[in-house]
T-cell receptor, first 111, second 110 residues
């Protein structure tokens, strides 16, 4: 998991603002993912990308957007349309089905 | 949609007792992985099972994949305080998309 970097670790956002979470990997993995984790809950898939310039919606994509212009980078934008954005956001990458490597996560709080 | 359920949601054990968490899928999986997330941390990959009926061991941890490839279990023998955390299974059907279970939070009482 040392090859995936998420920033910032903590992020505060005012209601109505968009915010972008960074995710960078140097593992040369093709697939990258964004998950949302709420307290005491499992991981829910927001978006995933299997190749540059292509990405797919996960189970809870509404209110989020992503881009994959480079293999190493998969930023997530939390838009003002996301009604309940306060959560722990985890980015992951994998080179094969399963065996995902996770970043340290970003804790987003709406104030 | 695809659902992967885990039981129990929470488990408290005395140090030295065994612990088991179970993972069940509504559909047949191509493989299953297990992850551990320490409090305040991020999930860390433990193991992947691919074959029907497969059993793998890592020291005190034993992982099983069911014959029908719809269920899996993680068993920890003689728990230690370092085992504290939430254990997740994640199943793949096809491609690179996998579905995480709801997780089992383990507390070990010294």
């Amino acid at each position: 998991d040392g090859g995936i970097t998420q920033s910032p670790k903590y992020l505060f956002r005012k209601e109505g603002q968009n915010v972008t979470l960074s995710c960078e990997q140097n593992l040369n993995h093709d697939a990258m993912y964004w998950y949302r984790q709420d307290p005491g809950q499992g991981l829910r898939l927001i978006y995933y990308s299997q190749i540059v310039n292509d990405f797919q919606k996960g189970d809870i994509a509404e209110g989020y957007s992503v881009s994959r212009e480079k293999k190493e980078s998969f930023p997530l934008t939390v838009t003002s349309a996301q009604k309940n954005p306060t959560a722990f956001y985890l980015c992951a990458s994998s080179i094969e089905p399963g065996k995902a490597f996770f970043g340290q996560g970003t804790r987003l709080t709406v104030v | 949609g695809q659902q992967v359920m885990q039981i129990p949601q929470y488990q408290h054990v005395q140090e030295g007792e065994d612990f088991t968490t179970y993972c069940n899928s509504s559909t047949t999986l191509s493989n299953i992985q297990w992850y551990k997330q320490r409090p305040g941390g991020h999930p860390v990959f433990l193991i992947q099972l691919v074959k029907s009926g497969e059993v793998k061991k890592q020291k005190r941890l034993t992982f099983q994949f069911g014959e029908a490839k719809k269920n899996s279990s993680l068993h920890i023998t003689a728990t230690q305080t370092t085992d504290v955390g939430t254990y997740f299974c994640a199943g793949s059907i096809t491609g690179n998309q996998f579905y995480f279970g709801t997780g089992t939070s383990l507390t070990v009482i010294p």
